[in-house]
């Protein structure tokens, strides 16, 4: 259904204040403080779009999928297994590095934005033969599993947040401490078997429910 001309600017406007607000902030931004810089009532946002949720889907997707996709192209050309699966992950925290939006999105699920969470659930699987890769090459440890990457986005999550205006190089250290940990001639058995992909993306629904 087309929308009337002053309904498609409040429209308009609402998506480029929710980008600015959801890099600036993340996206827990508050909604009123975003209807404010859209110049709207915080009535006219709900109206809109019901929610947060489907105004992170309304923004967030076209900020990350090809970004994402760039990422996985870029290291399943790189020619060394583990160089290939060190890349990927390196590329990810950069992307989450890059703005607190990305950042959330990589790390954290929000249920009712559909085609954000498509595109990042398929991330998560789409590293598997990157993960496959660097295993067969005896690289990678044995036990590691695509499922494990949702700690390494999480810790760097937090990394970001806590050292922002203070180190803010200092994730990459942290990931190089995580990298070398990973490799198979650094293992050591696990007593606690990998999360499954369910268990993950559950946990990450309840960082994005956190308000």
Not at 25 to 43: F, H, N, T
Request: aromatic share 6%.
């Amino acid at each position: 259904m087309k929308l009337r001309s002053d309904a498609q600017r409040n429209q308009e406007r609402l998506v480029a204040a929710a980008t600015e607000a959801f890099r600036e902030q993340g996206l827990q931004v508050p909604l009123e403080e975003i209807a404010k810089r859209a110049g709207v009532s915080p009535g006219t946002l709900y109206n809109r779009f019901g929610g947060r949720d489907a105004l992170i889907d309304a923004v967030m997707p076209a900020l990350v999928e090809s970004r994402v996709r760039d990422a996985l192209t870029e290291a399943s050309a790189i020619q060394d297994p583990w160089d290939a699966f060190a890349r990927y992950v390196t590329l990810l925290c950069e992307l989450q590095a890059s703005d607190l939006a990305l950042n959330d999105a990589v790390s954290r699920r929000f249920p009712d934005a559909a085609e954000l969470t498509r595109i990042c659930d398929a991330q998560m699987i789409s590293s598997q033969e990157l993960v496959d890769r660097a295993q067969r090459a005896g690289a990678l440890r044995a036990d590691f599993t695509a499922a494990d990457l949702a700690y390494v986005f999480w810790s760097t999550s937090m990394i970001l947040r806590a050292t922002a205006g203070i180190a803010p190089e200092a994730w990459r250290r942290a990931l190089g401490i995580t990298l070398d940990g990973l490799r198979a001639s650094a293992a050591h058995s696990l007593t606690v078997p990998p999360m499954t992909m369910d268990q993950v993306h559950t946990a990450m629904i309840g960082l994005g429910n956190r308000r």
